[in-house]
């Protein structure tokens, strides 16, 4: 079993979950600007190890459940940079409404 090729989408798994604790211990004006920013470090993070990885060979893990491959990869980074400029242009529109909370971060990171 090579788990190491499913590293982004387990980061893309943990990393809500630790927005959803921040959010639940920050609270006030300001830690919505923080839980914000720990959403886009996130989805930087994955960012980063997902293009990583890419070019490499082929890879099928986890029993056959998950594959790892060029387009793959490539459409990871695709929809991590859309939803990174989702959020990204959508903010003022969030804060306006109350809308800019941990909740909907994390289920913007598990889109």
Known sequence: MNAPA???AMILLAL??????????LRG????HVT???SQAALAIAGVVTLGQMGG???????GMYVS???GEMLK???????????AMS????QLRGLLTGEFLSLALFG
């Open 29 to 32: 004006g300001a830690a919505r």
């Open 77 to 87: 980074v695709a929809v991590i940079v859309t939803v990174m400029a989702t959020l």
């Open 16 to 25: 809500p979950a630790v927005l959803l604790v921040a959010d639940l211990y």
């Open 91 to 94: 903010r003022t529109y969030l």
């Open 69 to 71: 491959d060029l387009l």
């Open 6 to 8: 499913a590293i982004p």
């Open 57 to 63: 060979p082929s890879e099928v893990t986890l029993h």
């Open 36 to 38: 914000y920013g720990l």
